[in-house]
Structures are given as structure tokens and as C-alpha cells.
């Protein structure tokens, strides 16, 4: 790689927690060979220059962490053991609305939020220099990058960051549309608490019976638009306005 080659800074666990160890046969340096191994070697194969997760030296560490997280053209966060800094780290990357390439070992079950995005599952054991992880590892980059088109993927698909704190909202026609349900009667359902916490109780019913009404009549609508690329915002307007 060259200085010239387009950077990809790695977010993942340094060491395996103690009680992880049992996990990854006792193996603290575990995530240190996958790095090493798998996932740099992905990197380079991907056409990138890998940035990696440790620092040393004399430097601030948070401030060269947080650097790379805003000038890395990629970051790769390996969500492997659900590591706390890992998360913070690509909550970080995700509010400045640039891409992300999420790769997991698949021990874990990922949060809601997350577990809704595109992610490549490796094999993390016991042998870490695989060919074939490095290979699919590598592709999974790549395309990470070419669908990007410089944005971060939550935001391309559920909303679009601003300079104020990003607001997600669902908009995008490419939006499925179970995730567009999802977010409609999140909408809906929010809008009707609120309404039952300032109303006098005797409306309480009839509330409760527009909020059932609006939701059916945005899953039905957006079940009618099929793959026609409707936006569900659209039709939840509709359907609260009637």
C-alpha cells in the first residue's frame, strides 16, 4: 500500500475480557491475532491501508482515537464480545455520517440497533491465518465501500446527519419496508402516549382507537406499495390525518 491508498482505522477489542477467556481458549491476545491476521491482511486485499486499534507511545490516546475516526476514508468496527469502547466508538463514526464496515465472530447476538446492519460474520477459530476468511473478509470490504457512497449506512437508510445532533427519520426510498412499519408505529404509538398523558380520561378510548386505526392503515398501505419505493413517511401522514 501506498500513503496515497485510502485508510481504514480498525475499532475492536484489544484483549479478551477474563471472562471471555473460556471463549477464545484462554487466549488474552486472541483479538490481537485476529487483527493481525485476518482482518489487516483483509484490509490490504480490500486496496486499503489498515489503521490499527493500538496505540503506543507518548501521543494522547483518545485524541489520535478520535483523529482517525473522523479522517479515516473507512472505519471497520469488529463488534466481537460486545466491547463497551467499540460501541461508543462507532456511535462516534456513525453521528459524523461517514461509512462503516461491521464485522462480528458471531458469539454474541448484536443490540436491536445495530443487529439491523449489514455485517460479515467470521470464523474465529482456532486457526488464524485463513485464506479464505482473509479473502471473504477482504470482499466484504470492498463492497462495504462501493455502497457506501461516502455515507454511513444508518443514516442512508433511516435519516440524514446534520451539524446539530443527526435525528433519524425515516425517508429513504430504499428503506425496507418491515423497517419502515417498525418506525411508523414507533411514531405512532409515541405521539398516542403523549396524547393520553395530556387528555382527559374520557377521551383515553377514542385515542386509543385512532392510534389502533392509523397503524393498520400504514402497514396496509405500505404492504400495497410492494418493492414501488413509496416513502412510508408518506402514507403515515395520511393515515394520522384521517
Not at 392503515?217 to 406499495?225: E, G, K, M, P, S
Request: hydrophobic letters at 40%.
Amino acid at each position: 500500500m501506498t500513503s496515497e491508498s485510502p485508510t481504514c482505522f480498525v475499532i475492536m477489542p484489544i484483549s479478551v475480557p477474563k471472562h471471555l477467556l473460556g471463549r477464545y481458549s484462554e487466549r488474552a491476545d486472541h483479538f490481537t491475532k485476529i487483527y493481525s491476521a485476518v482482518i489487516s491482511p483483509a484490509i490490504v486485499g480490500a486496496g486499503m491501508t489498515p489503521l490499527s486499534p493500538s496505540r503506543t507511545g507518548t501521543e494522547n490516546i483518545q485524541a489520535a482515537i478520535i483523529n482517525d475516526l473522523h479522517d479515516a476514508d473507512l472505519v471497520l468496527a469488529d463488534l466481537s464480545g460486545l466491547n463497551p469502547n467499540v460501541f461508543l466508538e462507532l456511535g462516534m463514526r456513525s453521528a459524523l455520517d461517514k461509512p462503516v464496515c461491521l464485522v462480528r465472530d458471531g458469539f454474541d447476538s448484536l443490540p436491536f440497533d445495530s443487529g439491523t446492519l449489514n455485517t460479515h460474520k467470521y470464523d474465529p477459530a482456532p486457526m488464524y491465518e485463513l485464506n479464505a476468511e482473509i479473502q471473504k473478509m477482504g470482499d466484504f470490504i470492498s463492497a462495504t465501500v462501493s455502497k457506501s457512497d461516502g455515507r454511513n449506512e444508518l443514516w442512508k437508510f433511516f435519516g440524514s446527519a446534520s451539524t446539530s445532533l443527526p435525528k433519524a427519520e425515516l425517508d429513504p426510498e430504499d428503506a425496507s419496508l418491515h423497517a419502515k412499519v417498525d418506525r411508523l408505529m414507533e411514531i405512532v404509538e409515541r405521539q398516542g402516549t403523549r396524547s393520553r398523558r395530556s387528555a382527559p380520561a374520557i377521551v383515553t378510548a377514542a385515542t386509543n382507537e385512532q392510534i389502533d386505526a392509523a397503524v393498520e392503515a400504514v402497514r396496509d398501505a405500505l404492504l400495497d406499495a410492494g418493492d414501488e419505493g413509496m416513502h412510508g413517511r408518506r402514507f403515515g401522514e395520511s393515515a394520522l390525518a384521517s
